[in-house]
């Protein structure tokens, strides 16, 4: 069994920075390309970056290039969504997710097979 476990939401200004973790414990994944979505309220769950286990690639949606960055750290198990520029359209909540099977960088929710419970982030104007 795996747990991803995220941290890191909260209330914040338009302009201001978060940055969001997801820890990984339980059975160990040897390898798996990490990802965060995010849903508000009324709409689908919305793809905004992902990373290989290696961290060579990252994809990131057009509404957050620029402004988001997803790093990781292998040795601690753990994924990072650096958040600057914040705008009130940024409110949702966040889901990390890990891809232990596939092994693409993917965008799709369906591609990922562990998720996380989540956390809130609002974005105030």
């Known amino acids: 069994q795996v747990q991803l476990v995220e941290s890191g939401g909260g209330l914040v200004q338009a302009g201001d920075s978060l940055r969001l973790s997801c820890a990984a414990s339980?059975?160990?994944?040897?390898?798996?390309?990490g990802g965060w979505f995010r849903q508000a309220p009324g709409k689908e769950r919305e793809f905004v970056a992902a990373?290989?286990?290696?961290?060579?690639?990252?994809n990131y949606a057009d509404s957050v290039k620029g402004r988001f960055t997803i790093s990781r750290n292998n040795a601690e198990n753990t994924v990072y969504l650096q958040m600057n520029s914040l705008k009130p359209d940024d409110t949702a909540v966040y889901y990390c997710?890990?891809?232990?099977?596939?092994?693409?960088?993917?965008?799709?929710?369906?591609?990922?097979?562990?998720w996380g419970q989540g956390t809130q982030v609002t974005v105030s104007s």
């Open positions: 339980g059975r160990t994944l040897r390898s798996y390309t």
């Open positions: 997710a890990a891809d232990s099977t596939t092994m693409v960088v993917a965008t799709t929710p369906n591609k990922y097979d562990y």
């Open positions: 990373i290989s286990w290696t961290g060579g690639i990252r």
